[in-house]
């Protein structure tokens, strides 16, 4: 089951936002792909590896659960400073990769389980992310002249930026 609860600063989700969040945590949702494409250790640069298919089939366990509780903690957040990305960014001529800057579209959540059950991904000690839309590129390292390259994502989940559309996109 869903549950809304304040966010971290107190902010509060208005009921047009809880629709729409309930929305994008469908299986048949975008936000549902662009998480499956990008909410994952490529994408955050992170040293450690996990699968997003647990992740996304414990998170629609929790929701049609009777016991259990999805608690979306606040509404939709926006990263303000961003974060590299090991997903997207560009090759030098020397075949070295610089990341883009990246900023996310998300909400938070966290987990009550009332008795124990077996989860892969999720757990009720750790606040989690969901991505809402597609990451919007703030800045590339090298400027606009090399392409940008995404691995494994296809075009229509082409993140969000305000340059020209000059993709090289490994599928």
């Not at 049609?64 to 509780?69: A, G, L, V």
């Not at 883009?100 to 991904?121: E, G, N, P, W």
């Amino acid at each position: 089951m869903l549950e809304f609860i304040p966010g971290p600063n107190g902010e509060r989700i208005t009921l047009k936002d809880q629709k729409h969040i309930r929305e994008c945590l469908s299986p048949n949702s975008f936000s549902y792909h662009v998480n499956y494409y990008y909410n994952n250790n490529h994408h955050f640069s992170a040293p450690y590896t996990y699968d997003i298919e647990p992740f996304l089939k414990e998170i629609q366990r929790i929701i049609e659960s009777t016991t259990h509780t999805l608690q979306i903690m606040g509404g939709i957040h926006t990263d303000p400073y961003g974060h590299t990305s090991g997903l997207v960014g560009q090759y030098t001529e020397y075949n070295e990769y610089f990341p883009a800057i990246m900023k996310d579209t998300y909400i938070r959540f966290k987990v009550l389980m009332k008795s124990q059950i077996a989860l892969k991904a999720l757990n009720n000690t750790n606040v989690f992310h969901y991505l809402i839309a597609a990451p919007h590129i703030v800045k590339l390292q090298l400027g606009v002249k090399a392409p940008i390259t995404m691995v494994q994502v296809p075009k229509e989940f082409i993140p969000t930026s305000t340059y020209k559309n000059n993709w090289y996109i490994w599928v």
